[in-house]
């Protein structure tokens, strides 16, 4: 059965940091894309950044480039949100998501419908 869980998420001030984990079990995805999205209340699931199998390619949605680093560690099968300098704007669900090919671009993780979803873990920023 696979399981995707996150965690890290929680409430932090405006300028604030967290840390996101994303901690797969029943099959390693070391060859696939993962990506990260997030909902906020009364809004659509949205693309946040997505990094290909390897680590050496990374693919942000404009509001987040330059505050947010996606990053992984296959060895542990775990995938990785840094979020520094963060805004009320980014209070939301945060999603770890993996598509069904392993052949999909970064750049198509937030077009294409996922295989694996995690259960979320929240993230308020306060201002």
């Known amino acids: 059965q696979v399981q995707l869980v996150e965690s890290g998420g929680g409430l932090v001030q405006a300028g604030g940091s967290l840390r996101l984990s994303c901690a797969a079990s029943?099959?390693?995805?070391?060859?696939?894309?993962m990506a990260w999205f997030r909902q906020a209340p009364g809004k659509e699931r949205e693309f946040v950044a997505a990094i290909n199998w390897s680590g050496s390619s990374t693919y942000y949605t404009d509001s987040v480039k330059g505050r947010f680093t996606i990053s992984r560690d296959n060895a542990k099968n775990t995938l990785y949100l840094q979020m520094n300098s963060l805004k009320p704007e980014d209070t939301a669900a945060y999603y770890c998501a993996v598509p069904g090919s392993s052949y999909t671009s970064t750049q198509a993780m937030g077009r294409i419908p996922m295989a694996y979803w995690g259960q979320g873990t929240q993230v308020t920023v306060s201002s």
């Open positions: 029943g099959r390693t995805f070391s060859r696939y894309p």
